[in-house]
């Protein structure tokens, strides 16, 4: 299928080795060692130590690079529990590879129900770190924005999950990264996405903490798969960003815009919004004006006519007429690379 762009703008353009049996609990405290003998009781902290095994616990998403606020506020990691039974997390720690460590809650428990997802982060108040509703606030474990590790690791010194994500995962600012599927392998990169919306209070940032994921457009593949260097790009409304990723055909569009790009270059493109990118060939490089924009071209940019094209287009470049100069693009295929 050929892609067609017209113009562009800047702006916009652990299973778990369960031998207790507490009965007087909500949930199923932190149980005993095989021994049957529930020596803490539910309601307090875990006494005893048992091995939880590996992918009882799931990192679920994480939020590298907040967006709304500073990253020593909006930090956070998501903890699913796949299992049937409710985990008391009291005592485990959260870690990277190298100096990050903290111990979750040593003193009191700190319960993942079954199905369930705890939220962590490194500021609690919902009021400064962006919205966020916080099951347990951390400290001494920051989360890079580029290259950097989540460990889980039970009370036993077992290394219950991790996740080491690179610089080729693209952390976006403002926007989580999570697993489309909790149940599905998160060591898979494939299988994570960048959420679609902001969760509920958020103040902007976009991610699904304490939910399921709901996905926008998956990461892109790590850069060792893409032989491509673009040296230009071409910003796109966000609107336009799911198509671009489904394959659909999109428009971009600028005012009395020249472009340096020529046919054949290979040309980043970049959603506005979201900083997903994408990278394409582009084949036809079509220097126009808005008024000769076809209404193939606007049409499949999603503009019902010229007069909506033009009152939607004056948004964000109020002086434009339909003798301003305009540049339309098509492009063969996109590559989610970059
Ligand atoms: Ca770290
Ligand atoms: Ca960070
Ligand atoms: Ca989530």
Not at 26 to 49: C, F, I, L
Not at 202 to 224: F, L, N, R, V, W
Not at 327 to 336: C, K, N
Request: charged share 20%; aromatic share 8%; proline share 4%.
């Amino acid at each position: 299928m050929q892609r067609l762009i017209i113009l562009t703008i800047p702006m916009i353009a652990v299973a778990f080795l369960y031998c207790g049996d507490d009965t007087g609990g909500g949930y199923e405290n932190y149980p005993d060692a095989g021994n049957g003998t529930e020596t803490d009781g539910p309601g307090q902290a875990n006494s005893d130590t048992i091995t939880a095994a590996t992918g009882a616990i799931v990192i679920s998403e994480f939020m590298a690079d907040a967006g709304k606020v500073s990253d020593n506020d909006g930090e956070w990691v998501e903890l699913y529990n796949p299992g049937e039974t409710a985990l008391d997390l009291s005592g485990w720690t959260l870690k990277d590879a190298d100096g990050d460590s903290h111990i979750l809650s040593p003193d009191a428990p700190l319960v993942i129900a079954a199905k369930g997802y705890l939220v962590l982060a490194r500021n609690e108040n919902s009021g400064t770190n962006g919205g966020l509703t916080v099951d347990y606030q951390y400290a001494d474990f920051n989360l890079a924005n580029s290259t950097d590790e989540i460990i889980i690791v039970d009370a036993t010194g077992q290394e219950v999950d991790r996740v080491a994500y690179t610089s080729d995962w693209q952390i976006s600012g403002g926007i989580s990264l999570g697993l489309k599927d909790a149940t599905k392998d998160n060591s898979v990169y494939d299988n994570w996405c960048y959420a679609a919306e902001a969760w509920s209070g958020s103040k902007g940032d976009k991610g699904s903490p304490g939910s399921e994921q709901t996905c926008g457009s998956a990461p892109p593949p790590p850069k060792d798969d893409c032989p491509h260097k673009p040296t230009s790009s071409i910003s796109f409304n966000e609107s336009l960003c799911p198509g671009l990723a489904s394959g659909a055909k999109t428009i971009t569009l600028r005012n009395n815009h020249r472009s340096s790009i020529s046919e054949g270059d290979w040309t980043k493109l970049v959603c506005s919004t979201s900083k997903t990118t994408f990278e394409t060939q582009i084949t036809v490089v079509r220097l126009t004006t808005w008024g000769e924009i076809t209404a193939e071209e606007y049409k499949a940019d999603g503009f019902s006519s010229q007069d909506n094209m033009m009152q939607i287009m004056k948004q964000y470049y109020p002086n434009i007429t339909l003798t301003s100069n305009a540049t339309v693009y098509r492009w063969e295929s996109v590559a989610a690379c970059l």
